[in-house]
């Protein structure tokens, strides 16, 4: 049912059951918010997005406050544009004045809104902020100072990812947002997501930066710095450096990262094809042998984190390939450090990736090999943005210039691994190969493609049903994971990324991104499949070389001493 409110002395159009909030916004009327998240329940509690009841002569939230007929709504009067002032500044009285060094200087809400509503002057004085800066993370960084309890983090943390490693501690004026029992990060069930940093309007959550340690790196001739960028990186960067969002700057970011001093630019999308090679034959060879099903997969290191914490009866499910990152880490150690005669304790290997889980990922004790570490540095989509400008390089006057070789040529299929989806529309690719001999006539699954939180399909293999699912956002995990273990649901093959998406929306993702922009990163990807002519990991030369020049095969002695793990159960305080 419809009827008609007045907005700033105008009729426009609501509908039963929304909020003010709803109506402004499709009426392109911006009103400030921080505590309000799309798609979740209203809580009203920052009333930021104030606005005036003439009827009432109240103000009211509009985030929180359903419409009414006959309402008659004032955005910015006087008094709702004082309030709105007022609640910044009080924000203002204890938070740190220290935005020149903050790493959300010019691009963070509170700084914003301070702009928007013209606060100059400081008339409210309060008590500082003093608390412990908690670094125990590899990951994520906590500055509680900056910190304006707008409880965004904790919604995403419960609500989208069903970890609940945060929440609101004490009462009153001594609430703060802290770990179970207020400890560090690292004894929390933390996943190291970083989804919390996303929408975080302040610099309260940051990710832990590798900056110093690689400016030395780079600057020491004893070392060969070497990188390589995740399958998502390409089509993200650009709204980092305030370009066309979703444009795919693969040539010009090989380029920067040249002018930046990295001896050797590799593309992690090669050990996608990789990880489909292994994940495909292990899928086949459980099928076959009556091996532990559903498989799942293990590129995402915040997925797996979760299941050691909440699922570890489901540690067999797991398929024991390493993530692509950590296969490529392997790779350039051994096979490329072979072929260059460059010793692996000189080489400094970097990458970056769509996410700060990569970075636990990297120092997990499973990741070495003879006491080599496969990965030594991993910088976010962000932390590279700012690497960039550092050095001063102009994207926009850059000659495209390709990979190193081998370890740079990719499939369409493994460039797909930045969207949920991706990973399982890949291995079936290469899985029906392998079953059959022959490619699928069909590349597209659709059913397993775009934003939706759970996706099943059924696909046909020379006569074999295989039933799929693929899951973005671990509170969906949960969801699925419990309905297997009730029996109601069965799979053969289940992939999982933690982030809403997957790594297009990684956490180390570009901050501020819209939805249209993150939807135009996930078209561009399934553009590249459909132009490109190497669909299939099994195709991508550089693949076979690898396997007839090191490997040998799939799932063989040297594939498994390298690009496989294990993992475990881990106890944390919930």
């Keep these: 049912m419809s009827f008609l409110i007045e907005i700033n002395n105008k009729q426009v159009e609501a509908r039963k059951g929304e909020t003010i909030l709803d109506v402004l916004k499709r009426n392109g009327i911006k009103v400030p918010t921080l505590c309000h998240l799309k798609d979740m329940f209203p809580t009203g509690s920052c009333r930021m997005c104030v606005v005036e009841n003439l009827k009432t002569n109240r103000l009211v939230t509009s985030c929180s406050t359903p419409v009414e007929e006959g309402m008659k709504i004032l955005t910015h009067s006087a008094r709702v544009v004082e309030s709105r002032k007022t609640i910044v500044e009080l924000l203002l009285s204890n938070h740190p004045d220290d935005c020149l060094y903050c790493v959300r200087n010019k691009n963070c809400e509170l700084q914003n809104l301070s702009e928007e509503l013209h606060v100059r002057e400081r008339r409210i004085r309060g008590v500082k902020n003093n608390n412990h800066i908690d670094r125990s993370s590899v990951s994520i960084v906590r500055d509680p100072d900056k910190c304006i309890l707008c409880g965004r983090c904790v919604r995403v943390c419960e609500e989208v990812m069903g970890v609940s490693c945060i929440d609101f501690i004490n009462r009153g004026s001594k609430t703060v947002i802290g770990t179970t029992f207020n400890q560090g990060l690292n004894t929390s069930s933390c996943v190291n997501c970083g989804q919390c940093i996303m929408v975080c309007p302040t610099g309260a959550l940051s990710e832990k930066s590798h900056f110093p340690e690689l400016l030395s790196m780079l600057s020491n001739p004893e070392k060969t710095v070497v990188v390589q960028y995740a399958p998502a990186i390409s089509v993200s960067l650009a709204e980092e450096l305030k370009l066309e969002p979703g444009k795919d700057i693969n040539g010009i970011?090989?380029?920067a990262l040249r002018k930046i001093g990295f001896k050797y630019v590799f593309d992690t999308t090669f050990t996608a094809d990789l990880t489909i090679m292994e994940e495909a034959s292990e899928l086949v060879e459980r099928v076959k042998t009556g091996g532990v099903l559903p498989m799942i997969t293990s590129c995402c290191p915040g997925w797996i984190k979760f299941a050691e914490e909440f699922y570890p009866e489901m540690i067999p499910n797991l398929s024991s390939c390493k993530s692509p990152q950590q296969m490529m880490g392997a790779v350039i150690k051994t096979y490329w450090s072979g072929k260059t005669g460059v010793k692996p304790e000189n080489i400094y290997s970097v990458s970056v990736m769509p996410c700060t889980a990569k970075k636990f990922e990297a120092q997990r004790e499973e990741m070495t090999n003879k006491g080599i570490t496969d990965v030594d540095a991993v910088l976010t989509t962000r932390e590279l943005g700012q690497l960039i400008r550092m050095f001063g390089i102009d994207m926009n006057n850059l000659a495209p210039e390709t990979t190193d070789?081998?370890?740079?040529?990719r499939s369409s299929a493994g460039k797909l691994f930045a969207a949920?989806?991706?990973v399982m529309e890949a291995a079936i690719r290469t899985a029906y190969h392998f079953i059959t001999g022959d490619e699928l006539i069909k590349f597209k699954i659709e059913a397993l493609r775009g934003f939706k939180g759970c996706k099943e399909a059924e696909v046909d293999i020379d006569g074999l049903k295989v039933k799929v699912a693929v899951v973005n956002g671990l509170a969906n995990a949960r969801i699925l994971l419990d309905s297997i273990k009730r029996g109601e649901k069965t799979f053969?093959?289940?992939?999982?990324?933690?982030?809403?998406?997957?790594?297009?929306?990684?956490?180390?993702?570009?901050?501020?991104?819209?939805?249209?922009?993150?939807?135009q990163r996930m078209k561009t990807i399934y553009d590249i499949d459909d132009k490109e002519t190497i669909k299939v990991s099994h195709k991508n030369p550089e693949i076979i070389q690898i396997y007839e020049e090191f490997l040998e095969k799939p799932l063989g002695h040297k594939s498994h001493e390298l690009l496989h793990t294990h993992y475990y159960k881990r106890d944390v305080i919930h």
């Design 492 to 519: 053969h093959f289940i992939e999982i990324m933690a982030c809403p998406g997957g790594c297009l929306n990684g956490g180390g993702q570009h901050i501020g991104a819209s939805e249209e922009d993150v939807k």
């Design 405 to 409: 070789s081998p370890l740079g040529y």
């Design 420 to 422: 949920s989806g991706g």
């Design 253 to 255: 970011m090989n380029a």
